[in-house]
Nanobody, 123 residues
Framework: QVELAESGGDSVQAGGSLRLSCVASEYIYKNYCLGWFRQAPGNEREQLITLSTTRGIIDLDDSVKGRFTVWQENGKNTLYLQMNSLTPDDTAMYYC????????????????WGQGTQVTVSS
């Protein structure tokens, strides 16, 4: 059973927008903390957004504030990442992840990962 599945990655021009989706299994969606990460070649993985499906956004990285937002669709167990004003620096593989804490405790590590979806932004 696939627990997390991302989609929506594409190639876009700078200044464009994309919306990524993460479909979670029902158990994970209701009981885990969810997050969006990205990793560009040669770079460390970067945590973008942490969200509790019961409490809302817990943390939003400064690098994406004002450009990225996230929302959930409970009936579909889906988390969306809306990315606006994209720049070439946003080029990366984007991952949805989950950790077994509904309160998004920092003491718990993300241990469930999707396969990733590629975002490429050209200048």
């Amino acid at each position: 059973q696939v627990e997390l599945a991302e989609s929506g990655g594409d190639s876009v021009q700078a200044g464009g927008s994309l919306r990524l989706s993460c479909v979670a299994s029902e158990y994970i969606y209701k009981n885990y903390c969810l997050g969006w990460f990205r990793q560009a070649p040669g770079n460390e993985r970067e945590q973008l957004i942490t969200l509790s499906t019961t409490r809302g956004i817990i943390d939003l990285d400064d690098s994406v504030k004002g450009r990225f937002t996230v929302w959930q669709e409970n009936g579909k167990n889906t988390l969306y990442l809306q990315m606006n004003s994209l720049t070439p620096d946003d080029t990366a593989m984007y991952y949805c992840a989950a950790k077994p804490t509904p309160t998004c405790s920092d003491r718990v590590q993300f241990n469930v990962w999707g396969q990733g979806t590629q975002v490429t932004v050209s200048s």
